[in-house]
């Protein structure tokens, strides 16, 4: 279950994040389609998602791949085009991940002290 703060820290991490403003609308607008309790089950197709932002869905492809590959998304399932089926995602926020700590980096290099502020046990 997402919290309300983890949505705002998911919205803040894609708002800090390297991303174009086209690809965060991307993320934004998918971000609307997933279920409100768990950020899981986002799946409103590419066509779709490029009518909503007004952009190709080529640019759309590219967003959710820049999304995946900095890990605000995660593709759950598969597009099977033959059976009209869209690819589904789920917005990943520190803690969302089966394994992870809240307040892990999600690796397992510890992170420095005196670079972060935080205390690191």
Not at 7 to 14: E, N, Q
Not at 39 to 47: D, H, L, M, Y
Not at 57 to 65: E, G, I, K, Q, S
Request: include cysteine.
């Amino acid at each position: 279950m997402l919290t309300y703060e983890q949505r705002r820290r998911w919205a803040r991490m894609v708002l800090k994040s390297e991303l174009t403003a086209a690809q965060k609308t991307v993320l934004f607008a998918l971000e609307t389609y997933a279920d409100w309790s768990d950020g899981t089950n986002a799946f409103p197709g590419e066509i779709q998602l490029s009518e909503l932002c007004g952009m190709t869905t080529r640019a759309v492809r590219m967003a959710l791949d820049r999304g995946k590959a900095l890990g605000l998304i995660q593709q759950t399932q598969r597009a099977n085009p033959k059976a009209h089926k869209a690819a589904v995602y789920r917005l990943v926020t520190p803690g969302s991940i089966v394994g992870v700590e809240t307040g892990s980096t999600g690796t397992t290099v510890p992170v420095e002290t005196g670079s972060t502020g935080t205390h690191v046990p």
